[in-house]
């Protein structure tokens, strides 16, 4: 489905338009200011369906659920046949959401009622927004299609339009399966950048094989945008939120770039580590083979990148640069599916079991922030490590459901 033919209603009833002005983050805001530059034309309609949307999350207590039902129908209804599509409501992340939260229950409803409408095409599909609350992997499509992916399953995605996109092999989504042979259509430069977006939260693990055969292995609590093919004759670029090791496919004509808010990494055919959570405010790379050349994000300057080799870190704090020699293995090995540590800062160590385990870590005994820690970890539980990890510090925690709470022993 193209926004180039979107009217106003159509906006409203997207999902991924829907992010952008509730819910934006970089990414999404990166997307829609660039489509706006590319379609001025469109901005007038863009800026009514943005202000109807504002409008319906400010209107928790004049509407009632009826009203509501009422003001959707009429937007689906208003939509053009072949892409009538019922509103994917965007999941809740603040107060302001809760007037959307009522529109939701009333078409949960309707689709408990009317499975038989639905059998018979008159909506040709219905997407439904993961759970928050429920961990859980998923892929955004250019379209705003948002698909909730099992580690278990296996077999192809389509869009909104019933279009192969991706290939899952379980906990692998494979691009190259599927791009290869449409390269020379897709891949001339004439086209449009058609961009995928990879969510992995806390507690999971997911690997993407591009269209160019570069792999790349996301960490837990990672984003990864990129597009679907690779254009011939333009740069590679990928954005990153969190944590990847990229095995990058060589390709002198067509660098490969790992973008991030702070520090970008350049490189043409190569194996590294990124690692770029905007929660901890920090960003490195660590090259295992080859070269790669890391430069400030905003990079007005020009300034040429500064080129590391094998078994070098480089680290952006305070708006500078710096490189040093580290075991690549401290890196890399959650790749693997380990924790290891060696020498590590007991902050770190909370920092990394959240990740791996999904859950919150409140330490209230502020000393042992700087106790240093050494270990490595392969199927153990979070109960076992927080034993271990009591005998370089005396602590006591407490642990219900998801939350861990980590005190001051009481012995003298």
């Given at each position: 489905m193209k926004y180039t033919k979107y009217n106003v209603e159509d906006f409203v009833a997207d999902a991924y338009f829907q992010k952008w002005v509730l819910d934006s983050d970089g990414m999404t805001n990166t997307f829609w200011e660039n489509w706006l530059q590319k379609h001025p034309s469109k901005k007038p309609v863009v800026e009514k369906a943005k202000e109807l949307l504002l409008l319906m999350s400010q209107q928790k207590d004049t509407l009632s659920t009826e009203d509501f039902d009422s003001m959707w129908q009429h937007i689906i209804e208003q939509r053009d046949d072949k892409s009538a599509t019922r509103p994917t409501l965007l999941p809740k992340r603040h107060s302001g959401f809760q007037s959307f939260l009522k529109v939701a229950a009333v078409f949960i409803g309707l689709l408990a009622t009317g499975w038989g409408v639905y059998q018979t095409g008159i909506f040709d599909r219905i997407e439904m927004v993961p759970d928050p609350a429920v961990p859980q992997v998923t892929l955004e499509l250019e379209d705003g299609t948002i698909k909730v992916l099992d580690e278990n399953q296996s077999g192809l995605i389509t869009d909104a339009e019933g279009t192969a996109v991706v290939?899952?092999?379980?906990?692998?989504?494979v691009y190259n399966a599927i791009s290869a042979g449409e390269g020379s259509k897709k891949g001339t430069g004439a086209s449009p950048v058609v961009y995928n977006q990879l969510t992995v939260p806390y507690g999971k693990k997911f690997d993407v094989v591009l269209s160019d055969g570069s792999t790349v292995f996301l960490n837990s609590g990672s984003k990864l945008r990129y597009p679907v093919n690779f254009l011939s004759g333009s740069p590679r670029d990928v954005y990153l939120d969190g944590e990847g090791y990229f095995d990058v496919t060589d390709d002198k004509m067509r660098p490969f770039t790992v973008i991030t808010d702070d520090?970008?990494?350049?490189?043409?055919?190569?194996?590294?580590?990124?690692?770029?959570?905007?929660?901890?405010g920090n960003t490195s790379t660590v090259l295992v083979e080859g070269s790669v050349g890391v430069y400030r994000a905003n990079n007005e300057e020009g300034i040429k990148p500064l080129m590391i080799t094998p078994g070098q870190r480089a680290v952006y704090d305070s708006d500078e640069i710096a490189v040093e020699e580290v075991p690549i293995r401290k890196y890399v090995a959650w790749k693997d599916g380990l924790l290891y540590f060696v020498d590590d800062r007991f902050e770190l160590l909370l920092k990394e079991l959240e990740r791996h385990f999904n859950v919150s870590i409140d330490n209230q005994y502020k000393d042992l922030e700087g106790k240093r820690f050494t270990g490595t970890f392969t199927n153990e539980s979070l109960e076992q490590i927080l034993k271990v990890a009591r005998a370089?510090?005396?602590?006591?925690?407490?642990?219900?459901?998801?939350?861990?709470t980590i005190t001051k022993t009481n012995e003298e």
């Amino acid at each position: 489905m193209k926004y180039t033919k979107y009217n106003v209603e159509d906006f409203v009833a997207d999902a991924y338009f829907q992010k952008w002005v509730l819910d934006s983050d970089g990414m999404t805001n990166t997307f829609w200011e660039n489509w706006l530059q590319k379609h001025p034309s469109k901005k007038p309609v863009v800026e009514k369906a943005k202000e109807l949307l504002l409008l319906m999350s400010q209107q928790k207590d004049t509407l009632s659920t009826e009203d509501f039902d009422s003001m959707w129908q009429h937007i689906i209804e208003q939509r053009d046949d072949k892409s009538a599509t019922r509103p994917t409501l965007l999941p809740k992340r603040h107060s302001g959401f809760q007037s959307f939260l009522k529109v939701a229950a009333v078409f949960i409803g309707l689709l408990a009622t009317g499975w038989g409408v639905y059998q018979t095409g008159i909506f040709d599909r219905i997407e439904m927004v993961p759970d928050p609350a429920v961990p859980q992997v998923t892929l955004e499509l250019e379209d705003g299609t948002i698909k909730v992916l099992d580690e278990n399953q296996s077999g192809l995605i389509t869009d909104a339009e019933g279009t192969a996109v991706v290939n899952q092999q379980q906990h692998t989504l494979v691009y190259n399966a599927i791009s290869a042979g449409e390269g020379s259509k897709k891949g001339t430069g004439a086209s449009p950048v058609v961009y995928n977006q990879l969510t992995v939260p806390y507690g999971k693990k997911f690997d993407v094989v591009l269209s160019d055969g570069s792999t790349v292995f996301l960490n837990s609590g990672s984003k990864l945008r990129y597009p679907v093919n690779f254009l011939s004759g333009s740069p590679r670029d990928v954005y990153l939120d969190g944590e990847g090791y990229f095995d990058v496919t060589d390709d002198k004509m067509r660098p490969f770039t790992v973008i991030t808010d702070d520090m970008n990494t350049q490189v043409y055919g190569t194996e590294f580590n990124v690692s770029s959570y905007k929660n901890e405010g920090n960003t490195s790379t660590v090259l295992v083979e080859g070269s790669v050349g890391v430069y400030r994000a905003n990079n007005e300057e020009g300034i040429k990148p500064l080129m590391i080799t094998p078994g070098q870190r480089a680290v952006y704090d305070s708006d500078e640069i710096a490189v040093e020699e580290v075991p690549i293995r401290k890196y890399v090995a959650w790749k693997d599916g380990l924790l290891y540590f060696v020498d590590d800062r007991f902050e770190l160590l909370l920092k990394e079991l959240e990740r791996h385990f999904n859950v919150s870590i409140d330490n209230q005994y502020k000393d042992l922030e700087g106790k240093r820690f050494t270990g490595t970890f392969t199927n153990e539980s979070l109960e076992q490590i927080l034993k271990v990890a009591r005998a370089y510090g005396k602590f006591e925690y407490t642990i219900d459901g998801d939350q861990i709470t980590i005190t001051k022993t009481n012995e003298e």
